[in-house]
């Protein structure tokens, strides 16, 4: 059985039916592939035994699937409502400006790439980002810059400040 398999497997045997786990094994086999490309779409839908229908509707319809390969950083900046409105758009040209690639591009370095997304359900703290796991929240123009600061210096020492975890917790 495959690594993935296994996962999977382990993973879908906590729901209730396995139509219920498409969702996180589609982040198992993210996690394991970088990205979740045609082939990986139909692994998960074979180790499933669902219609692979299933998991293309899902995985073409949730932002957090990435069907073409990230960089080491995935920022995903809100740009829905409560984030526009408190300048979200001024935090994206920042980011623009400072990693040098427009929105839905990868650095050449292949660090850092750049998204805009729909509401990450985090409005009482916006504008805020996601990068990898981590929410970045009441994010101002005038801190993108130490920010990114402090994720390539994470790159190149793994140390990270404190920050809100995407699930819920704190993390390192
Ligand atoms: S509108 Fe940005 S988190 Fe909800």
Request: aromatic share 24%; proline share 8%; hydrophobic share 15%.
């Given at each position: 059985m495959s690594d993935l398999k296994a996962k999977i497997e382990e993973t879908a045997g906590?729901?209730?039916?396995?139509?219920?786990a498409i969702m996180p094994a589609l982040f198992l086999a993210q996690e394991q592939y970088g990205s979740i490309t045609n082939d990986a779409m139909e692994e998960v839908a074979d180790i499933l035994g669902v219609p692979k229908v299933w998991i293309f509707e899902i995985a073409n319809f949730?932002?957090?699937?990435?069907?073409e390969p990230v960089g080491k950083f995935h920022i995903q900046v809100c740009t829905n409502l409560s984030c526009m409105l408190r300048e979200a758009d001024g935090i994206v040209a920042r980011l623009e400006e400072q990693i040098g690639v427009k929105t839905g591009e990868t650095t050449a370095d292949g660090m850092f790439t750049l998204s805009a997304v729909e509401c990450l359900g985090s409005c009482g703290t916006a504008p805020m980002m996601q990068v990898n796991k981590t929410y970045y929240e009441d994010l101002t123009v005038e801190g993108i810059d130490e920010i990114l600061k402090e994720l390539r210096e994470k790159a190149g020492n793994g140390g990270e400040r404190r920050r809100h975890d995407a699930n819920g917790g704190d993390r390192d």
């Open positions: 906590h729901f209730p039916s396995r139509r219920s949730y932002t957090m699937y990435n069907k």
